[in-house]
């Protein structure tokens, strides 16, 4: 018997609990056990469509700076196009920035957080 048995004989419970499972479940997604919450996260985006924008505009409500794979999308051009157009629209109306790191990446971010768009040149 584990010590994860014996807390949950102590506390009553008699249902078998499966750990990796549990932390890999949808709830736990945004949970991180070793370390104290943050004001703000840098998240990861694979964009696949227009749907995505919503999610997007989400997150930045929520004061997440993006990092946005673009490589699916780069594939439909107009449907590319109408994403880059409603998210520059977005961020402007908040007062972030949007800025593309390379062909399939790019970078959003929240209100008051802005992006230094000219390389610095190296002595």
Request: aromatic share 4%; no cysteine; hydrophobic share 40%.
């Amino acid at each position: 018997m584990g010590v994860f048995d014996k807390l949950g004989q102590a506390f009553g419970a008699s249902k078998e609990i499966n750990i990796e499972e549990y932390m890999g479940s949808a709830e736990m997604e945004d949970v991180d056990v070793l370390n104290e919450p943050a004001d703000m996260y840098i998240k990861p985006v694979a964009v696949m469509g227009e749907d995505d924008v919503k999610l997007i505009e989400s997150e930045l409500d929520k004061k997440n700076i993006l990092l946005l794979n673009m490589e699916e999308i780069n594939k439909r051009p107009n449907t590319r196009n109408n994403i880059l157009s409603a998210l520059k629209k977005y961020v402007e109306k908040i007062n972030g920035d949007i800025a593309a790191i390379d062909s399939t990446r790019v970078i959003v971010t929240p209100a008051k957080v802005k992006i230094i768009k000219r390389k610095k040149e190296s002595k």
